[in-house]
Each structure stands twice: as C-alpha cells, then as structure tokens.
C-alpha cells in the first residue's frame, strides 16, 4: 500500500530535550516536506527536500532542522524543543518533477507537546 | 508574495444542502490549485486539482471547483451534502517556480443532521 508513515504519532517532551521525527515514504517520491498545523493558522511549511541531499526552507523553519540522506526518509530534528513548538506536524511527499504541480500525499501526523 | 485565503472559519449546512467553500489566492503566474480535506484526527486528502485546461473540475466523494481567474478564485463545491462531509477543508496553492506550497487557514465544516 502506497503511504507515508510517520513515528511517533504522539509525542510529550520537555524543553531542551533533543528529538527526531521520522518520515517515510514507500511511493519513490523526489519530493518531501514537513508542515506544523495550529489552530487558526492551518497548515505552515517548514522545510521542504526536492530530492536526496537537497532541502531548502519553507515558511517557518526556525528552531527545526531536516536531513535527506535516503530518498524514502525526511526525518524532522528538534535540537531544543521548544513550548512554542507545541503543534500537529506532517510530513508528506509528491513526485515534485516540475515544482508545485503534484498533488502531496500525507502522513497521519504527530502530535507533539512541549512542556 | 503568494497567499491563500478562506474567508469562512467555519460553516453550518443541513444535510442535502448545498455548499459552497470559497478560495482566493494570490500568485503573479498560473497556480496550481488544489483542495484537501481532513477528517478529524486523520491526515489530509486530495480531493481535486487545477493545472490548467477547463476551469471546472470534478474530485473525489462529488466534489467540483472551478477556477476563475478574474476573481483569483477556486471556490469549492457540492451540490447535496452528506453527514459524512463534516470535516476541515483546505485550500492550497503550489508554485511553478519554486517547490513551495502555500495553504489557506482552513474551512471547517458542520454538517446538520
């Protein structure tokens, strides 16, 4: 089955702890990307990889970091969480062969909560 | 700048109403349009596209849209709403010159039975 999974899909942390989301894609996607969901704000970009060792930032890429190293991963670090890093992320994926004109599709998100 | 903008935090319709959910988006070339939608605690779903060609297209679950480029517009249709539609939609734009998505705040929808 075509998907993209994500680990964990619930996460409660404290400030400063490092952590890494991970992502997956089984549908040999060049493309992948990262968003925060909040309320009233829908969906922000973060970081965004067009293909394996490149990535260029989205909207609000402040205080995360990504990695490609394998087309199938996009992992998302937190170095130092941060209580306003409290949010829904998702990680998604597309062929990306000509900018934005494929349709993504989506993890089923995590939950992840700063303390 | 590109933006996306849903007017309509939330809307209420009787079940075998119609609906209609409107986009506006901002964006110097030709977007690429698209509409999600996201049932609670689930992650998003296509539920149509625009690239270019006619400016009505049709999506999953009933669902069409159609682009109008004098009004910067790609309101979201369907004709007889079903207690199943109760969900959030999302409107969103791709660029054809870079690899950014911009999606509008969203739309959430209530469904009465």
């Known amino acids: 089955e075509a998907q993209v999974t994500q680990n964990p899909r619930y996460l409660i942390t404290v400030t400063g702890k490092k952590l890494t989301v991970t992502c997956s894609q089984n549908?040999?996607?060049?493309?992948m990307s990262w968003y925060r969901q909040d309320p009233g704000l829908g969906l922000r970009q973060i970081y965004y990889s067009m293909n394996v060792e490149v990535t260029d930032k989205g909207d609000v890429p402040e205080g995360y970091k990504v990695s490609r190293k394998e087309k199938r991963n996009f992992p998302l670090i937190l170095e130092s969480p941060s209580p306003n890093q409290t949010s829904l992320y998702f990680c998604?994926?597309?062929?990306?062969?000509?900018?934005?004109?494929?349709?993504?599709?989506f993890g089923p998100g995590t939950r992840l909560t700063v303390t | 700048a590109q933006s996306v903008t849903q007017p309509d935090i939330h809307i209420t319709v009787s079940e075998g109403a119609s609906l209609e959910l409107r986009c506006n988006y901002s964006y110097g070339a030709t977007p690429y349009l698209f509409w999600y939608v996201q049932s609670p605690g689930q992650g998003l779903q296509l539920l149509l596209k625009y690239f270019s060609g006619d400016t009505l297209v049709q999506g999953i679950k009933g669902f069409e849209a159609e682009f109008k480029r004098s009004q910067s517009s790609f309101n979201l249709r369907k004709p007889s709403v079903h207690w199943s539609d109760a969900a959030e939609y999302f409107c969103a734009v791709g660029s054809s010159g870079t690899y950014k998505y911009i999606f509008g705040t969203g739309t959430r929808l209530k469904v009465l039975a």
């Open positions: 998604a994926s597309s062929l990306g062969l000509a900018g934005g004109l494929y349709e993504q599709y």
């Open positions: 549908m040999n996607h060049e493309y």
